[in-house]
């Protein structure tokens, strides 16, 4: 095993301190995309219309979290989709 690997291993494994703001992070991302959901259900977009977004928050400490997210208007995702990345809410807009 080479220094890079043994040095990722060890980023891997975080505290209770660490883990706080990697939290705070999410919740700021989770906002960003509750947002963006209210905001779309007020636009005009074709049924069947997709909107990718990509949201990477910064917080504290130098933590960062990123999503990716394909809003489909109007429309269930395709099954191979939704096994491949199961809903956590079923927002239609």
Same mark, same amino acid.
């Given at each position: 095993m080479g220094a890079t690997d043994w040095v990722d291993r060890l980023k891997v494994v975080?505290?209770? $301190? $660490? *883990? $706080?703001? *990697? &939290?705070?992070?999410?919740?700021l991302q989770d906002g960003c995309v509750e947002h963006l959901t209210n905001r779309l259900q007020n636009r005009? *977009? &074709?049924p069947g219309g997709e909107v990718p977004?990509? *949201? &990477?928050?910064?917080?504290?400490?130098? %933590? %960062?979290?990123e999503i990716? &997210?394909?809003?489909a208007v109007q429309v269930e995702p395709p099954p191979a989709l939704e096994k491949a990345s199961p809903r956590r809410s079923s927002a239609t807009i």
């Open positions: 975080k505290s209770a $301190e $660490e *883990i $706080e703001p *990697i &939290k705070a992070c999410a919740a005009v *977009i &074709k977004v990509f *949201i &990477k928050v910064n917080g504290p400490c130098g %933590y %960062y979290t990716t &997210k394909i809003f």
